[in-house]
């Protein structure tokens, strides 16, 4: 089989606005107190650019290459670091299973909410060993979607828990990668692996209202809904509903999200 990376969810604003929510500190935490002034930084998967912005602050007199396989989020990361004055940040149109730099070329890494995507991990992360000078880091971070939990148990986020999941592995992905990557690292041929992991927590009112909101809204206009008609896994009307799920949980007083991610630091 072709290694290939599909994006599942796609680039409709309502994914984008979850993407620009990231930061370095609510996303990448694990990895900061490893970053150093001058180092040379690879994010791979960079979206719009607000990790990669966070970690350019971060290195300083370094440099960040923010990667990416589409032109058009890339425009969009382009804009994020303008907009923030740094002048240390290049781009490229990257594959993460073939990357265009030399071996050895980056002290860091990074990878984030990136190998949940793609056909084999594992001949990912060896490419990003590869350009990875040796002792340097290469650092990833995933979601797990079935340890994804919620309260009210609204019968809808099942459905759409089922959806999600499905149509990602249609794609070639894997859905629940946050507890594989420690699996993944070793199967690269790592040896020194430090793995752990975070979560992101929605209760309070405003993050109970954009958490729902994006995700009532990307699952009745983004990619993964079209998919998800187009493959017979759901019909416009169980969207619908699973929208509608989506926002009795975010009125729900009481509701409670949380997002497991697993994580890994790896020397190479």
Request: aromatic share 8%.
């Amino acid at each position: 089989m072709t290694s290939k990376a599909v994006y599942t969810h796609g680039f409709h604003a309502s994914v984008l606005r979850s993407h620009t929510w990231r930061t370095a500190e609510n996303s990448a935490g694990y990895l900061l107190p490893h970053l150093t002034a001058g180092a040379a930084v690879l994010d791979i998967g960079c979206g719009p650019g607000t990790i990669t912005a966070d970690l350019a602050e971060r290195v300083g007199s370094g440099r960040v290459t923010a990667a990416d396989a589409s032109e058009e989020v890339l425009a969009q990361a382009r804009r994020t670091v303008a907009d923030r004055g740094l002048a240390n940040v290049d781009f490229a149109v990257a594959d993460v299973h073939a990357l265009d730099f030399p071996d050895g070329s980056f002290d860091v890494v990074h990878a984030h909410q990136v190998l949940q995507h793609v056909t084999d991990p594992v001949r990912a992360l060896r490419e990003m060993r590869r350009v990875c000078r040796p002792g340097g880091l290469v650092a990833a971070r995933d979601s797990d979607y079935a340890a994804m939990t919620w309260y009210p148990q609204v019968p809808a986020l099942d459905t759409w828990l089922d959806v999600t999941r499905a149509v990602s592995a249609s794609n070639g992905g894997q859905p629940d990668a946050g507890r594989r990557l420690f699996s993944w690292a070793l199967r690269a041929g790592f040896t020194e692996i430090t793995p752990s992991a975070s979560t992101w927590c929605f209760a309070t009112p405003e993050d109970r209202a954009w958490w729902s909101g994006l995700w009532a809204e990307r699952m009745t206009a983004s990619a993964i809904a079209r998919q998800a008609v187009a493959d017979g896994r759901a019909t416009e009307d169980d969207l619908r509903r699973i929208a509608d799920g989506w926002q009795e949980w975010g009125a729900a007083e009481d509701g409670w999200f949380a997002v497991l991610n697993g994580e890994i630091l790896c020397r190479a």
